[in-house]
């Protein structure tokens, strides 16, 4: 596996003005995309969520600026994911489960002082 910067952005409905955040955000991860420097390693941009899910054909061909694209079922995919990615194409799950229930997935806190949180 090459070396590569990830950047994830979870996306959920309920933000006010949720969907301009996204096209505002993508405007400046393609712009940071285009100017990286080559010898730092490709940059690859995952979206996970609710609204990667709703708003899946739009985000791959609006702004192109996606590698990963992942709806809230499909964690247990990612590895595949960013695989697909790694080869230079644009890489989606947004399959909702029906029998999905995260019931394996315990939080963790990594620190006794730090904030943390489990959504």
Excluded at 43 to 64: D, P, S, Y
Aim: charged share 25%; with cysteine.
């Amino acid at each position: 596996m090459s070396s590569y910067l990830l950047i994830k952005i979870l996306l959920f409905l309920g933000r006010e003005k949720a969907e301009q955040t996204i096209w505002n955000r993508l405007k400046q991860l393609a712009h940071l995309k285009k100017t990286r420097n080559k010898s730092q390693g490709p940059l690859r941009i995952g979206m996970l969520g609710c609204m990667a899910e709703r708003l899946k054909e739009e985000i791959l061909q609006r702004e192109k600026v996606v590698d990963v694209l992942a709806g809230p079922d499909a964690y247990r995919d990612l590895p595949r994911l960013l695989g697909v990615a790694e080869t230079g194409q644009q890489a989606a799950n947004v399959l909702l489960s029906l029998d999905e229930t995260y019931a394996d997935i315990m939080p963790v806190q990594t620190s006794a002082n730090s904030i943390s949180s489990f959504v």
